[in-house]
Nanobody, 118 residues
Framework: QVQLAESGGGLVQAGGSLRLSCAAS????????VGWFRQAPGKAREFVAR????????YYADSVKGRFTISRDNAKNTGYLQMDSLKPEDTAVYYC???????????WGKGTLVTVSS
C-alpha cells in the first residue's frame, strides 16, 4: 500500500521559512516523480512544484519561483519543499503527490497546513 506523509507545516510570519517533507512508502520512490500542490480556503488545488525521479529537472509555478525549492533524497524515500520569503497568500494546505511519470499524480498524501501571518 502506497503511503505519502507530509510534515513540517505550521504557523510562520511573513518573510519566514518552512521546510515541508514528504515521506513515501510502498512504492519505488526513486522511479517516481514528486509534486507539491496546495489548496487555499475556498480555492481550487493548484500546482506548486515538481521534480523528476532522478532529481535532475524541476518545475515551479510562477507564483513561487525564486522563493521555493523542491528537492528529494531517494536514499531516504523523502521529498522536500523549502519555502522561503513566505507571503500570506502562501497560506494553504500543502499536498505531496507521487507519479509514475513526470507529469502524473498517482498517489497523494493527506496534506499539511501552512499558515503565514502578516
Amino acid at each position: 500500500q502506497v503511503q505519502l506523509a507530509e510534515s513540517g507545516g505550521g504557523l510562520v510570519q511573513a518573510g519566514g521559512s518552512l521546510r515541508l517533507s514528504c515521506a513515501a512508502s510502498g512504492l519505488t520512490f526513486s522511479s517516481s516523480s514528486v509534486g507539491w500542490f496546495r489548496q487555499a480556503p475556498g480555492k481550487a488545488r493548484e500546482f506548486v512544484a515538481r521534480i523528476t525521479s532522478s532529481g535532475s529537472t524541476t518545475y515551479y509555478a510562477d507564483s513561487v519561483k525564486g522563493r521555493f525549492t523542491i528537492s528529494r533524497d531517494n536514499a531516504k524515500n523523502t521529498g522536500y519543499l523549502q519555502m522561503d520569503s513566505l507571503k500570506p497568500e502562501d497560506t494553504a494546505v500543502y499536498y505531496c503527490a507521487a507519479g509514475l511519470f513526470t507529469y502524473s499524480t498517482d498517489y497523494w498524501g493527506k496534506g499539511t497546513l501552512v499558515t503565514v501571518s502578516s
